[in-house]
Protein backbone atom coordinates (compact mmCIF):
# COMPACT_ATOMS: atom_id res chain seq x y z
CA UNK A 1 0.00 0.00 0.00
CA UNK A 2 3.41 2.32 0.14
CA UNK A 3 2.89 3.02 -3.56
CA UNK A 4 -0.62 5.03 -2.83
CA UNK A 5 -0.23 6.88 0.18
CA UNK A 6 -2.68 5.23 2.34
CA UNK A 7 -2.14 4.46 6.06
CA UNK A 8 -4.26 2.73 8.49
CA UNK A 9 -4.81 6.11 10.44
CA UNK A 10 -8.50 7.79 11.21
CA UNK A 11 -8.20 10.21 8.14
CA UNK A 12 -7.59 7.43 5.47
CA UNK A 13 -10.57 5.42 6.80
CA UNK A 14 -13.11 8.39 6.66
CA UNK A 15 -11.78 8.94 3.49
CA UNK A 16 -12.46 5.52 2.17
CA UNK A 17 -16.23 5.34 3.78
CA UNK A 18 -17.17 8.89 2.55
CA UNK A 19 -15.82 7.42 -1.25
CA UNK A 20 -17.24 4.36 -0.51
CA UNK A 21 -20.55 5.63 -0.16
CA UNK A 22 -20.50 8.12 -2.89
CA UNK A 23 -19.52 5.11 -5.27
CA UNK A 24 -21.38 2.20 -4.00
CA UNK A 25 -24.90 1.62 -3.43
CA UNK A 26 -26.74 -0.28 -1.07
CA UNK A 27 -29.06 -2.51 -3.02
CA UNK A 28 -30.81 -5.90 -2.77
CA UNK A 29 -31.64 -6.57 -6.59
CA UNK A 30 -30.08 -10.08 -6.55
CA UNK A 31 -32.51 -11.06 -3.78
CA UNK A 32 -35.63 -10.03 -7.16
CA UNK A 33 -32.96 -10.92 -9.79
CA UNK A 34 -33.16 -14.62 -8.32
CA UNK A 35 -29.16 -14.70 -7.71
CA UNK A 36 -28.05 -16.61 -4.73
CA UNK A 37 -25.87 -13.96 -2.44
CA UNK A 38 -22.97 -16.31 -0.93
CA UNK A 39 -21.07 -15.36 1.85
CA UNK A 40 -17.68 -15.19 -0.12
CA UNK A 41 -15.41 -11.89 -0.35
CA UNK A 42 -14.12 -13.56 -3.89
CA UNK A 43 -17.83 -13.24 -4.66
CA UNK A 44 -18.56 -9.76 -3.33
CA UNK A 45 -15.26 -8.93 -5.22
CA UNK A 46 -16.13 -10.27 -8.57
CA UNK A 47 -19.85 -8.61 -7.75
CA UNK A 48 -19.23 -5.04 -6.51
CA UNK A 49 -15.26 -4.47 -7.94
CA UNK A 50 -16.12 -6.25 -11.55
CA UNK A 51 -19.64 -5.85 -11.92
CA UNK A 52 -19.98 -2.25 -10.85
CA UNK A 53 -22.74 -3.27 -8.68
CA UNK A 54 -23.60 -2.84 -4.76
CA UNK A 55 -24.65 -4.92 -2.27
CA UNK A 56 -26.48 -5.16 0.88
CA UNK A 57 -24.61 -5.16 4.59
CA UNK A 58 -23.14 -8.75 4.54
CA UNK A 59 -21.55 -7.66 1.16
CA UNK A 60 -20.70 -4.30 1.24
CA UNK A 61 -19.16 -4.46 4.89
CA UNK A 62 -17.93 -7.89 4.27
CA UNK A 63 -15.62 -6.82 1.52
CA UNK A 64 -15.07 -2.99 3.22
CA UNK A 65 -13.67 -5.12 6.10
CA UNK A 66 -11.29 -7.09 3.80
CA UNK A 67 -9.87 -3.36 2.04
CA UNK A 68 -9.40 -2.28 5.68
CA UNK A 69 -7.16 -5.72 6.81
CA UNK A 70 -5.19 -5.43 3.42
CA UNK A 71 -4.31 -1.98 4.20
CA UNK A 72 -3.33 -2.70 7.59
CA UNK A 73 -6.34 -1.85 9.83
CA UNK A 74 -7.11 -4.00 12.71
CA UNK A 75 -10.59 -4.07 12.72
CA UNK A 76 -13.79 -7.05 13.87
CA UNK A 77 -17.02 -8.07 11.82
CA UNK A 78 -19.78 -7.47 14.07
CA UNK A 79 -22.79 -8.48 14.69
CA UNK A 80 -25.39 -6.15 14.50
CA UNK A 81 -29.65 -5.99 15.54
CA UNK A 82 -31.92 -3.78 13.97
CA UNK A 83 -34.61 -1.71 16.17
CA UNK A 84 -37.79 -1.54 14.35
CA UNK A 85 -38.82 1.69 16.63
CA UNK A 86 -41.10 0.19 19.20
CA UNK A 87 -38.07 -1.41 21.46
CA UNK A 88 -37.76 -4.60 19.59
CA UNK A 89 -34.55 -5.78 18.06
CA UNK A 90 -34.03 -8.26 15.10
CA UNK A 91 -32.38 -11.59 15.53
CA UNK A 92 -27.85 -12.07 16.09
CA UNK A 93 -26.34 -11.55 12.46
CA UNK A 94 -29.34 -10.08 11.36
CA UNK A 95 -26.77 -6.63 10.19
CA UNK A 96 -23.33 -7.49 9.53
CA UNK A 97 -21.15 -4.01 11.05
CA UNK A 98 -16.90 -3.00 11.20
CA UNK A 99 -15.48 -1.97 14.41
CA UNK A 100 -11.97 -0.43 13.69
CA UNK A 101 -9.19 0.19 16.19
CA UNK A 102 -6.72 3.12 16.02
CA UNK A 103 -4.16 3.08 18.72
CA UNK A 104 -6.29 3.55 22.11
CA UNK A 105 -9.56 4.57 19.61
CA UNK A 106 -12.52 2.21 18.30
CA UNK A 107 -14.54 3.26 15.82
CA UNK A 108 -17.53 1.71 13.99
CA UNK A 109 -17.50 1.99 9.89
CA UNK A 110 -20.42 1.01 8.34
CA UNK A 111 -21.18 0.88 4.62
CA UNK A 112 -23.81 -1.09 4.64
CA UNK A 113 -26.60 0.30 6.47
CA UNK A 114 -28.65 2.62 3.51
CA UNK A 115 -28.76 5.95 5.04
CA UNK A 116 -26.53 5.63 8.00
CA UNK A 117 -23.44 7.57 9.16
CA UNK A 118 -21.44 9.14 6.17
CA UNK A 119 -18.12 8.73 8.51
CA UNK A 120 -17.11 6.34 11.31
CA UNK A 121 -18.65 6.94 14.59
CA UNK A 122 -16.62 6.52 17.99
CA UNK A 123 -17.42 4.09 20.19
CA UNK A 124 -17.51 6.85 22.99
CA UNK A 125 -20.65 6.55 24.93
CA UNK A 126 -22.98 9.30 25.47
CA UNK A 127 -21.40 12.46 23.61
CA UNK A 128 -23.23 13.43 20.32
CA UNK A 129 -21.02 13.30 17.30
CA UNK A 130 -22.42 15.62 14.30
CA UNK A 131 -21.85 13.80 11.00
CA UNK A 132 -23.01 14.91 7.72
CA UNK A 133 -25.93 12.32 7.60
CA UNK A 134 -27.16 13.41 11.05
CA UNK A 135 -26.07 13.51 14.93
CA UNK A 136 -25.75 9.98 16.49
CA UNK A 137 -25.21 8.96 19.66
CA UNK A 138 -23.02 5.54 21.13
CA UNK A 139 -24.56 4.92 24.46
CA UNK A 140 -25.26 1.67 26.71
CA UNK A 141 -27.80 -0.60 25.84
CA UNK A 142 -26.60 -3.01 28.73
CA UNK A 143 -23.18 -4.28 30.31
CA UNK A 144 -22.08 -5.40 27.26
CA UNK A 145 -24.31 -3.94 24.50
CA UNK A 146 -24.11 -0.81 22.74
CA UNK A 147 -26.54 1.29 20.94
CA UNK A 148 -26.00 3.45 18.28
CA UNK A 149 -29.01 6.06 17.80
CA UNK A 150 -30.20 8.95 15.66
CA UNK A 151 -31.10 12.27 16.41
CA UNK A 152 -34.90 12.88 14.73
CA UNK A 153 -37.39 15.77 15.04
CA UNK A 154 -39.09 13.05 17.51
CA UNK A 155 -36.15 12.51 19.64
CA UNK A 156 -33.57 9.60 18.89
CA UNK A 157 -34.31 7.12 17.36
CA UNK A 158 -32.82 3.23 17.47
CA UNK A 159 -30.69 2.15 14.89
CA UNK A 160 -29.19 -1.10 15.68
CA UNK A 161 -27.79 -2.57 18.92
CA UNK A 162 -24.47 -4.41 19.01
CA UNK A 163 -21.51 -6.29 21.40
CA UNK A 164 -17.76 -5.61 20.29
CA UNK A 165 -16.85 -9.15 19.61
CA UNK A 166 -15.36 -10.31 16.33
CA UNK A 167 -17.01 -12.66 14.49
CA UNK A 168 -16.60 -14.65 11.19
CA UNK A 169 -18.05 -14.02 8.00
CA UNK A 170 -19.27 -17.45 8.09
CA UNK A 171 -21.82 -17.19 11.40
CA UNK A 172 -23.94 -14.78 9.20
CA UNK A 173 -24.61 -17.42 6.81
CA UNK A 174 -27.99 -18.27 8.37
CA UNK A 175 -29.52 -14.80 8.54
CA UNK A 176 -28.04 -13.86 5.22
CA UNK A 177 -30.34 -16.43 3.77
CA UNK A 178 -33.00 -15.73 5.54
CA UNK A 179 -33.02 -12.29 4.17
CA UNK A 180 -33.14 -13.86 0.56
CA UNK A 181 -35.61 -16.01 0.95
CA UNK A 182 -38.04 -15.63 4.11
CA UNK A 183 -41.75 -13.51 3.00
CA UNK A 184 -40.98 -11.62 5.96
CA UNK A 185 -37.79 -10.43 4.72
CA UNK A 186 -38.37 -6.67 3.82
CA UNK A 187 -36.11 -7.24 1.28
CA UNK A 188 -38.10 -9.74 -0.37
CA UNK A 189 -41.13 -7.17 -0.45
CA UNK A 190 -39.60 -4.29 -2.23
CA UNK A 191 -36.50 -3.62 -4.83
CA UNK A 192 -33.96 -0.92 -3.44
CA UNK A 193 -30.93 0.77 -4.94
CA UNK A 194 -29.46 3.79 -2.98
CA UNK A 195 -26.74 6.03 -3.28
CA UNK A 196 -25.34 8.97 -0.76
CA UNK A 197 -24.62 12.13 -3.25
CA UNK A 198 -22.75 15.65 -2.46
CA UNK A 199 -25.66 17.04 -1.35
CA UNK A 200 -27.99 13.98 0.06
CA UNK A 201 -29.14 10.91 -1.04
CA UNK A 202 -30.72 9.29 -4.62
CA UNK A 203 -33.03 5.72 -3.47
CA UNK A 204 -35.11 3.96 -6.34
CA UNK A 205 -37.17 1.46 -5.18
CA UNK A 206 -40.29 -0.33 -7.34
CA UNK A 207 -42.73 2.72 -6.85
CA UNK A 208 -40.62 5.90 -6.71
CA UNK A 209 -37.57 7.27 -7.11
CA UNK A 210 -36.28 10.04 -4.42
CA UNK A 211 -33.79 12.49 -4.36
CA UNK A 212 -32.92 14.27 -1.00
CA UNK A 213 -31.23 17.64 -1.21
CA UNK A 214 -30.18 20.58 1.75
CA UNK A 215 -33.65 21.94 -0.38
CA UNK A 216 -35.79 19.24 0.44
CA UNK A 217 -37.18 15.77 -1.28
CA UNK A 218 -38.21 14.98 -4.58
CA UNK A 219 -40.14 12.10 -5.43
CA UNK A 220 -41.02 10.61 -8.70
CA UNK A 221 -43.02 7.61 -9.02
CA UNK A 222 -42.43 4.30 -10.66
CA UNK A 223 -45.31 2.88 -12.66
CA UNK A 224 -43.51 -0.27 -14.04
CA UNK A 225 -40.37 -2.19 -14.88
CA UNK A 226 -39.56 -0.41 -17.87
CA UNK A 227 -39.00 2.52 -15.92
CA UNK A 228 -37.44 1.82 -13.41
CA UNK A 229 -34.89 -0.10 -15.15
CA UNK A 230 -34.22 3.10 -17.10
CA UNK A 231 -33.47 4.91 -13.49
CA UNK A 232 -31.56 2.09 -12.84
CA UNK A 233 -29.16 2.66 -15.86
CA UNK A 234 -29.33 6.38 -15.95
CA UNK A 235 -28.72 6.91 -12.00
CA UNK A 236 -26.98 4.05 -10.81
CA UNK A 237 -24.98 2.47 -14.18
CA UNK A 238 -26.97 -0.69 -13.29
CA UNK A 239 -28.33 -3.13 -15.52
CA UNK A 240 -29.10 -7.49 -15.40
CA UNK A 241 -25.66 -7.78 -17.34
CA UNK A 242 -23.35 -4.75 -15.79
CA UNK A 243 -19.53 -5.37 -15.98
CA UNK A 244 -16.87 -3.08 -15.49
CA UNK A 245 -13.14 -3.08 -15.81
CA UNK A 246 -11.55 -5.23 -12.93
CA UNK A 247 -9.45 -2.96 -10.46
CA UNK A 248 -7.25 -3.98 -7.64
CA UNK A 249 -9.60 -3.99 -4.22
CA UNK A 250 -7.79 -0.75 -2.84
CA UNK A 251 -7.61 0.91 -6.57
CA UNK A 252 -11.57 0.88 -6.62
CA UNK A 253 -11.82 2.82 -3.46
CA UNK A 254 -9.32 5.31 -3.71
CA UNK A 255 -9.02 6.27 -7.42
Not at 33 to 48: E, N, Q, S
Not at 50 to 77: M, S, V
Not at 195 to 214: A, N, Q, W
Amino acid sequence: MEKTGVRPDLAWLKLLQRQHLLDVPFENLDIHWKRPILLDTGAFYRKIVEGDRGGFCYELNGLFNELLREIGFETRLLSARVGDGQGNFSPEYDHAAILVIIGEMQYIADVGFGAFSAGPLTLETDVEQTDAAGIFLVRRYDDETFEIAKKEDFGWRTEYIFTPLGHDLSEFEERCLWHQTSPESHFMKNKICSLMTLTGRKTLTDSKYIVTTEAGKDEVPISNREEFDQILLKEFGITMTSVAPALSLADQYIQ
